[in-house]
């Protein structure tokens, strides 16, 4: 059949195509950020925090949509603590710089010593460009170095290299210290960290921190290998590199992650997907920080949040979410594991009416030991009024 001919003055409109699932997704949370706001990447140490609360669909959307908490909680009237000082981060930097130099020579010499005694000691490491335009171009030429650094069978150090990780259905890009490419093909991440190594040993719950933080790069890290055929090895051993008893000198240590990488992996398969949370708010929502402080409190307390205490460390909403628990009564803000005891009594009030004998079914064990301690309670403040009753002076 011929192609009709176009009149002049009446060309066909053009088609319009309707947006992908990922653009409308995309652009749902760019108006839940605020139309002049920018995105704030999440990293892995907030998805590692991420993680570790599942349950919480308010720090799950903001997060999804990029929103700067620190400046939420501020406009909201309760600024977090959180924050490193200018002169802790220029340290850190400066020690990053020094690891790294003459293309990471003593980086890698450290990766070899602590993970790879059996390779050959590095000699002159390839350290590849990775500059690209950005976040999704970064990723696909880090994506591009590891598979030529594999193929070369050479020590390499990637720089500072850009990994992507589907999050609740949404793309998150993560920036770890380094991921060193050993020669036979497997890869390491590593983390540079400015707290002290002092004799060997750091700080126990730093060195958690980012071990939980690594494991999400090593996920992050496996999605890439899993492209690759035949797939390289992510080893799940990281490389924590600190200064040695508060010189500038690197130490180094080995971490295994491999129990922080199965529970992220797990805790952030449970995360309800953030479509779903966008889709659940009310139409106009908005989390803009320059918003009147009644709209933006509105906005937040129309997501479902799950405190507890553990979100004081991890999270920059604590102390508004603390308070709003503490306003409803809720047990959750006396912790998780008494709230979990607690079975379906989720209000103090409700704990309180149950030990009173005042409502609870009294089968439901939970209400049969708070009953039990309160006799308990009143039987203890009973015989010690007595006894001060019948005490008598000497
Ligand atoms: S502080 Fe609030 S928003 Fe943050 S994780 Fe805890 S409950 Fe969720």
Same mark, same amino acid.
């Given at each position: 059949?011929?192609?009709?001919?176009?009149?002049?003055?009446?060309?066909?409109?053009?088609?319009?195509?309707?947006?992908?699932?990922?653009?409308?997704?995309?652009?749902?949370?760019?108006?839940?950020?605020?139309?002049?706001?920018?995105?704030?990447?999440?990293? /892995?140490?907030?998805?590692?925090?991420?993680?570790? #609360?599942?349950?919480? =669909?308010?720090?799950?959307?903001?997060?999804?949509?990029?929103? #700067?908490?620190?400046?939420?909680?501020?406009?909201?009237?309760?600024?977090?603590?959180?924050?490193?000082?200018?002169?802790?981060?220029?340290?850190? #930097?400066?020690?990053?710089?020094?690891?790294?130099?003459?293309?990471?020579?003593?980086?890698?010499?450290?990766?070899?010593?602590?993970?790879?005694?059996?390779?050959?000691?590095?000699?002159?490491?390839?350290?590849?460009?990775?500059?690209?335009?950005?976040?999704?171009?970064?990723?696909?030429?880090?994506?591009?170095?590891?598979?030529?650094?594999?193929?070369?069978?050479?020590?390499?150090?990637?720089?500072?290299?850009?990994?992507?990780?589907?999050? /609740?259905?949404?793309?998150?890009?993560?920036?770890?210290?380094?991921?060193?490419?050993?020669?036979?093909?497997?890869?390491?991440?590593?983390?540079? =960290?400015?707290?002290?190594?002092?004799?060997?040993?750091?700080?126990?719950?730093?060195?958690?921190?980012?071990?939980?933080?690594?494991?999400?790069?090593?996920?992050?890290?496996?999605? $890439?290998?899993?492209?690759?055929?035949?797939?390289?090895?992510?080893?799940?051993?990281?490389?924590?590199?600190?200064?040695?008893?508060?010189? #500038?000198?690197?130490?180094?240590?080995?971490?295994?992650?491999? =129990?922080?990488?199965?529970?992220?992996?797990?805790?952030?398969?449970?995360?309800?997907?953030?479509?779903?949370?966008?889709?659940?708010?009310?139409?106009?929502?908005?989390?803009?920080?320059?918003?009147?402080?009644?709209?933006?409190?509105?906005? $937040?307390?129309?997501?479902?949040?799950?405190?507890?205490?553990?979100?004081?460390?991890?999270?920059?909403?604590?102390?508004?979410?603390?308070?709003?628990?503490?306003?409803?009564?809720?047990?959750?803000?006396?912790?998780?594991?008494?709230?979990?005891?607690?079975?379906?009594?989720?209000?103090?009030?409700?704990?309180?009416?149950?030990?009173?004998?005042?409502?609870?079914?009294?089968?439901?064990?939970?209400?049969?030991?708070?009953?039990?301690?309160?006799?308990?309670?009143?039987?203890?403040?009973?015989?010690?009024?007595?006894?001060?009753?019948?005490?008598?002076?000497?």
């Amino acid at each position: 059949m011929p192609a009709p001919v176009p009149v002049p003055g009446r060309e066909p409109i053009p088609k319009q195509v309707p947006p992908t699932r990922g653009t409308r997704l995309r652009q749902r949370l760019a108006e839940l950020r605020g139309p002049a706001v920018a995105a704030q990447p999440l990293d /892995a140490r907030a998805l590692a925090a991420l993680a570790a #609360n599942p349950g919480c =669909k308010r720090r799950a959307i903001l997060d999804g949509a990029g929103v #700067n908490k620190a400046a939420l909680a501020s406009a909201l009237g309760s600024p977090s603590a959180f924050g490193q000082s200018q002169f802790a981060f220029m340290r850190g #930097n400066a020690f990053e710089a020094r690891v790294k130099a003459d293309g990471g020579a003593e980086l890698l010499r450290l990766v070899q010593e602590k993970l790879d005694a059996g390779a050959e000691p590095p000699v002159a490491g390839l350290v590849p460009d990775l500059a690209a335009v950005g976040p999704e171009g970064r990723a696909a030429r880090t994506a591009l170095a590891l598979r030529e650094a594999t193929a070369a069978g050479a020590w390499t150090l990637l720089d500072h290299p850009m990994l992507a990780l589907d999050v /609740a259905g949404s793309p998150a890009f993560l920036e770890p210290d380094a991921v060193v490419v050993h020669p036979d093909g497997s890869w390491t991440v590593v983390e540079i =960290k400015s707290f002290p190594m002092l004799d060997g040993s750091a700080d126990a719950a730093k060195v958690g921190a980012a071990a939980r933080q690594a494991a999400v790069y090593v996920l992050a890290l496996e999605r $890439v290998a899993d492209r690759l055929t035949p797939a390289p090895g992510v080893r799940h051993s990281v490389l924590l590199v600190c200064p040695k008893d508060f010189s #500038n000198l690197p130490a180094a240590s080995a971490v295994d992650v491999r =129990k922080q990488r199965s529970v992220t992996r797990r805790q952030l398969d449970r995360l309800t997907r953030i479509e779903d949370i966008a889709a659940a708010l009310p139409e106009g929502t908005c989390f803009a920080p320059d918003l009147p402080t009644p709209d933006l409190t509105a906005a $937040v307390e129309s997501v479902p949040a799950t405190y507890a205490p553990e979100c004081l460390s991890t999270c920059e909403l604590a102390f508004h979410c603390r308070a709003r628990s503490r306003t409803e009564g809720a047990v959750t803000s006396l912790g998780r594991s008494l709230r979990a005891e607690l079975g379906g009594l989720a209000r103090v009030d409700d704990v309180l009416s149950a030990a009173r004998g005042e409502s609870g079914d009294p089968t439901d064990p939970a209400v049969a030991a708070l009953r039990r301690a309160a006799e308990l309670r009143a039987e203890a403040l009973g015989s010690r009024s007595s006894d001060r009753k019948g005490a008598s002076c000497p």
